[in-house]
DNA sequence: TTGTAGGCGTTATCAG
DNA sequence: CTGATAACGCCTACAA
């Protein structure tokens, strides 16, 4: 089988077609139909044909097969590295991929939208039209990044997950970023509270944006009093949460409740209270948005808005691989519902809060 | 361009190095030889070969190039989805991954060492030998993972990564774990803790069980009294890590100090020791192992073990990919150095301690 | 420095 | 049901 004893990698697939055929008498043809499953071969040469495949050791080789059929069987999965790699959400969208192409034919790719040669479409340019990738799943593009439109315009089968983005045709599953701030807000409200804190997240996130209009939104419809000091910008880290959370809390009168734009944030506003003196929920509510697995396990237990982050990476690879296999562009935003997670971090308003 | 109007998915690279050739008046081989850089063209052809391949908008096929050369120019990268998909130390390792295969031609492949397919060795029987990929990355197997005897029969170019498998000839980059535990154990010692509890991490984990023997080692050499309760396992989450810190805590005399087997364990210690009415460091000193970003956020902060992922992840790549392109198969233990983190989680031992 | 002939392993076409 | 022939787009070997 070895080439060359002393170079043991160079094993490679050497039977073919031609040598199953040749030992059954028929044309590669032939074979090559039963390996397609075609059922216009007898049974009798069927079975001959599979087991001389078998005695032969051959072995399918579907390099060839895709360079024939212009197909790679790989679906390119791009994101921010920097950004989402590590992160548990990417994690979870991943499984939900990964669920759906299991036992299919394609495997996954990996590729970081923040390298230059991926986000100015110099890559691009050969992923698709080379079919180094038959589709794409585009993570939670951020709003500065060029390459949607490039994409766009090439009409590669592309799936943009986790935001909306505002461009006409470009399919899209999301889930309700702003129905979940409205959920919080009308839960906080539910339990007395009137004066609410917002730590906010990066501009260039598009679903930040939206989750901060939302919350501007329900002040807004409710009338609550929410002064500039109430709304601060953090980063998404829960060292920006706190630093947010410090000017909140020192306002005056300092709010009752504030909601973080992310879990992570809420974290560290709820460190800033307690370093300040406060308790939580006693004398401060505190909610985030993402349910982290770890927010159920800290003390107190964070309420949040979960997303249903493995179900729509299901449903995104499942948009894609159909708009693959049955040759047409994929279209249209699906949006996902959230659910309010209410655990120990939010309570209701009590006398002693002032 | 387009086939069909009504399917524009289906663009697709028409233009090939024949066209370019019958365009200046050579042949499809001196096109060739233009972009696969060999010195052996005229620059007065070159030039001309390039001006009409830029007018033409003909593009390279690697599918063509790739199926001819008997390789695929995709890394594969297997890993357990559920346990470490999501996790930064993932997250970091893959950085360190791409930082190296940035600027060659090969792409990330990703695959789910859980699903069966995979484990058994059915896809892995294709996965090289079709050159799928090229070669493989294996991020922290099980002790229980089977296929790693499969890829040294097959002769897979692969190196294993986070973990150094007891098999002869397989490449590996890993860390010190059991330096890092005594770095820990010294640490402490030095503090005045002479009682040490330890939270352990799953056996089929294969450093985990490493960092477990290192414990054991220190405490025969330093002749620590450790009894059977001071030792309790936990599966690497935060939680496990909080229900075996009540079972240590629990003991009289009860440690000063505990050192969990990972960061997030060492979380869940810390909060079974708040919740118990302990301050940390005061009245017990805590460590962890992986240095977690959120673990210099918290409070307090945790001192730990850092490992240089990053720098794991880029010399694993690195070594591979010289493998592929020089084509011996790589081989040899590489184990990095680890740092301790000292940070506001331990702390000399106090009179107030029993 | 350039060209010719042929091969890689599959699948499409069309005929039988 | 099966086969003969050609095509896919690149590369190698050898020749000029």
């Given at each position: 089988?070895?080439?060359?004893?002393?170079?043991?990698?160079?094993?490679?697939?050497?039977?073919?077609?031609?040598?199953?055929?040749?030992?059954?008498?028929?044309?590669?043809?032939?074979?090559?139909?039963?390996?397609?499953?075609?059922?216009?071969?007898?049974?009798?040469?069927?079975?001959?044909?599979?087991?001389?495949?078998?005695?032969?050791?051959?072995?399918?080789?579907?390099?060839?097969?895709?360079?024939?059929?212009?197909?790679?069987r790989f679906i390119g999965v791009a994101t921010s590295f920097v950004q989402l790699l590590g992160s548990s959400y990417f994690g979870e969208l991943f499984k939900g991929f990964a669920k759906e192409l299991n036992?299919?034919?394609?495997?996954?790719?990996?590729?970081?939208?923040?390298?230059?040669?991926?986000?100015?479409?110099?890559?691009?340019?050969?992923?698709?039209?080379?079919?180094?990738?038959?589709?794409?799943?585009?993570?939670?593009?951020?709003?500065?990044?060029?390459?949607?439109?490039?994409?766009?315009?090439?009409?590669?089968?592309?799936?943009?997950?986790?935001?909306?983005?505002?461009?006409?045709?470009?399919?899209?599953?999301?889930?309700?970023?702003?129905?979940?701030?409205?959920?919080?807000?009308?839960?906080?409200?539910?339990?007395?509270?009137?004066?609410?804190?917002?730590?906010?997240?990066?501009?260039?996130?598009?679903?930040?944006?939206?989750r901060t209009q939302a919350f501007l939104e329900f002040c807004r419809a409710k009338k609550l009093k929410c002064p500039p000091e109430y709304i601060q910008p953090g980063f998404y880290a829960i060292r920006t949460?706190?630093?947010?959370?410090?000017?909140?809390?020192?306002?005056?009168?300092?709010?009752?409740?504030?909601?973080?734009?992310?879990?992570?944030?809420?974290?560290?506003?709820?460190?800033?209270?307690?370093?300040?003196?406060?308790?939580?929920?006693?004398?401060?509510?505190?909610?985030?948005?993402?349910?982290?697995?770890?927010?159920?396990?800290?003390?107190?237990?964070?309420?949040?808005?979960?997303?249903?982050?493995?179900?729509?990476?299901?449903?995104?690879?499942?948009?894609?691989?159909?708009?693959?296999?049955?040759?047409?562009?994929?279209?249209?935003?699906?949006?996902?519902?959230?659910?309010?997670?209410?655990?120990?971090?939010?309570?209701?308003?009590?006398?002693?809060?002032?």
């Amino acid at each position: 089988m070895l080439v060359n004893p002393e170079m043991p990698s160079l094993e490679y697939q050497q039977v073919t077609m031609e040598d199953v055929a040749r030992a059954c008498g028929v044309t590669k043809k032939t074979v090559s139909r039963v390996f397609a499953g075609s059922p216009l071969v007898k049974a009798s040469t069927r079975e001959k044909i599979l087991e001389a495949a078998k005695r032969l050791n051959y072995e399918f080789n579907t390099l060839a097969q895709n360079f024939n059929a212009k197909r790679s069987r790989f679906i390119g999965v791009a994101t921010s590295f920097v950004q989402l790699l590590g992160s548990s959400y990417f994690g979870e969208l991943f499984k939900g991929f990964a669920k759906e192409l299991n036992d299919s034919q394609w495997d996954f790719a990996l590729f970081d939208t923040d390298t230059e040669s991926f986000n100015n479409g110099e890559k691009l340019a050969k992923l698709y039209r080379q079919r180094r990738v038959d589709g794409l799943l585009v993570v939670a593009p951020h709003t500065y990044d060029r390459f949607l439109e490039t994409l766009e315009q090439r009409h590669v089968p592309m799936i943009v997950v986790g935001v909306r983005p505002t461009g006409q045709g470009i399919c899209s599953v999301s889930c309700d970023d702003a129905r979940g701030i409205t959920l919080l807000c009308e839960h906080l409200y539910s339990l007395g509270h009137r004066r609410i804190g917002f730590v906010s997240g990066p501009q260039y996130v598009t679903t930040s944006e939206l989750r901060t209009q939302a919350f501007l939104e329900f002040c807004r419809a409710k009338k609550l009093k929410c002064p500039p000091e109430y709304i601060q910008p953090g980063f998404y880290a829960i060292r920006t949460g706190k630093e947010a959370a410090a000017k909140i809390l020192n306002t005056n009168p300092r709010p009752t409740a504030v909601i973080a734009a992310n879990d992570l944030m809420a974290f560290g506003v709820i460190e800033c209270a307690h370093e300040l003196g406060l308790r939580v929920p006693e004398d401060l509510s505190v909610a985030g948005f993402d349910d982290l697995p770890t927010g159920a396990e800290r003390s107190p237990t964070l309420t949040t808005i979960h997303q249903p982050v493995n179900e729509m990476g299901q449903k995104s690879a499942s948009l894609l691989l159909d708009s693959i296999q049955n040759q047409h562009l994929p279209s249209g935003g699906n949006v996902m519902d959230v659910v309010l997670q209410v655990r120990e971090s939010t309570a209701r308003v009590s006398r002693s809060q002032p």
